[in-house]
Every structure is written in C-alpha cells, then in structure tokens.
C-alpha cells in the first residue's frame, strides 16, 4: 500500500510562483512514475506532469502542453518526495492538483487511469 501527501497549495496572483510536494510512504518510489494531475470543478481531472526514473535511461518528464515551459517537476529518492515547481501562473492553472503513483509501467503516462496510488489533493487557486 501506498499513502501520498500532498502539500504546498495556496492562493497566489497571477505571475507568482508556488512549489506543490508529494511526500510518499508504505513503499519506496524509485523505480516508479510519478504523476501531478490537477482537476478544475465541472471539468475532468487533467494530466499535468510525470516523472520516471531507472537505471538504463535515467530521468524522464512529460508534460501538459499548456505547462510546458512553466512547471518543472521533479524528485528526491531519498525523500520519496516529489515536487512540481509553478511558475508564471495563470488564472486558468486554478484547481485541486493531486499526485499520483503508477506502480506497474516503466513509462510515464498521461492518462489517470494508469495511475494506482493518489493523494488527497491540494488546492491552487491563482487570482487576477
């Protein structure tokens, strides 16, 4: 089993910056991927950032389109931690972000579905 806590949401004005981390315990999250979603109300929960990690290719990310550039995400192993560095934030990047662990693929996905584990969620809101 594993619990993921999510932390570092807030309010924030538009252009600011927030740091989200995802702090995993139960099980050691080395050699699996990890995911930041974020969800908006009314709209489905939306793919922000992956991460991966093994010994042959080293680091991988993807990223949402409309992050790119903006978030970076990132990883201490020896934490079992996972962050998501915002940047430039938008009115529109407003929503409860969650992380999320895939235990069984080597490959970053997109889609929620793939993901086994989930934290509660913490909410981002950006003002204008």
């Known amino acids: 089993q594993v619990q993921l806590v999510e932390s570092g949401g807030g309010l924030v004005q538009v252009g600011g910056s927030l740091r989200l981390s995802c702090a995993a315990s139960g099980r050691t999250l080395t050699k699996y991927a990890m995911g930041w979603f974020r969800q908006a109300p009314e709209k489905e929960r939306e793919f922000v950032a992956a991460i991966s990690w093994s010994s042959w290719s080293g680091i991988t990310t993807r990223y949402a389109e409309s992050v790119k550039g903006r978030f970076t995400i990132s990883r201490d192993n020896a934490k079992n931690t996972v962050y998501v560095e915002m940047n430039s934030l938008k009115p529109e990047d407003t929503a409860v972000y969650y992380c999320?662990?895939?235990?069984?693929?080597?490959?970053?996905?997109?889609?929620?579905?793939?993901?086994?584990?989930w934290g509660q969620g913490t909410q981002v809101t950006v003002s204008s």
């Open positions: 999320a662990a895939d235990i069984q693929r080597a490959y970053v996905s997109s889609r929620p579905s793939d993901y086994d584990y």
